[in-house]
């Protein structure tokens, strides 16, 4: 099965930073992955599918981009509401996998 | 309105069994692809299994043999019917709609619902 590796593990960053953050899949996944957003309590939140579409709804400062095995989540400028625990998900032969997350933090 | 609302979770023992329900409105469960993905404690997310619209179904290796996943059409209803149950299938477990596209994302998910394994 296709692993996906997410880095950082978790990352302190202030209100109005540029926050990046990294999906590697074990092999290629062509543009099959999507990132989701997940708050204390709550169910995942769809942010971006097919690696760069925004799903409706999504504030424009969120952006996905990469394809194969190398893929990037962006918040162009972090506000409050996005502290929280972010996900990629990939994919594959009928086979769904996540990463191990991101957590999001005040610094 | 597009919601999904799961039920049915609990206390069980080791080795018992339990079914989960997925309740959805405002779309069709049969004409998509429907799934359960689970959150143990403190952890990160793990697919489950998929029914797809053609009536398909898989599983992740960690429950085969020991989940079925149906649903019914007339009642627009999700199920997951877990066996043999085990300490670590304790988690939330959501059901979610899966996009047909490339990436086959979760669009809608319901809340979630708690299952624990233990004596």
């Known amino acids: 099965a296709i692993q996906l590796t997410q880095s950082p593990s978790s990352l302190s960053a202030s209100v109005g930073d540029r926050v990046t953050i990294t999906c590697r899949a074990s092999q290629g996944i062509s543009s099959a992955l999507a990132w989701y957003q997940q708050k204390p309590g709550k169910a995942p939140k769809l942010l971006i599918y097919?690696?760069?579409s925004l799903e409706s709804g999504v504030p424009s400062r969120f952006s996905g981009s990469g394809s194969g095995t190398d893929f990037t989540l962006t918040i162009s400028s972090l506000q409050p509401e996005d502290f929280a625990t972010y996900y990629c998900?990939?994919?594959?032969?009928?086979?769904?996998?996540f990463g191990q997350g991101t957590k999001v933090e005040i610094k | 309105e597009v919601q999904l609302v799961e039920s049915g979770g609990g206390l069980v023992q080791p080795g018992g069994s339990l079914r989960l329900s997925c309740a959805a409105s405002?779309?069709?469960?049969?004409?998509?692809?429907m799934s359960w993905v689970r959150q143990a404690p403190g952890k990160g997310l793990e697919w489950v299994s998929v029914?797809?619209?053609?009536?398909?179904?898989y599983y992740a290796d960690s429950v085969k043999g020991r989940f079925t996943i149906s649903r019914h059409n007339s009642k627009n209803t999700l199920y997951l019917q877990m066996n043999s149950l085990r300490a670590e299938d304790t988690a939330v477990y959501y059901c979610?709609?899966?996009?047909?596209?490339?990436?086959?994302?979760?669009?809608?998910w319901g809340q979630g619902t708690m299952v624990t394994v233990s004596s």
């Open positions: 979610a709609r899966a996009l047909i596209l490339s990436s086959h994302a979760f669009d809608i």
């Open positions: 097919d690696a760069s």
């Open positions: 998900q990939q994919f594959n032969s009928y086979l769904w996998t």
């Open positions: 405002g779309f069709t469960v049969s004409s998509n692809y």
């Open positions: 029914i797809y619209s053609g009536g398909s179904t």
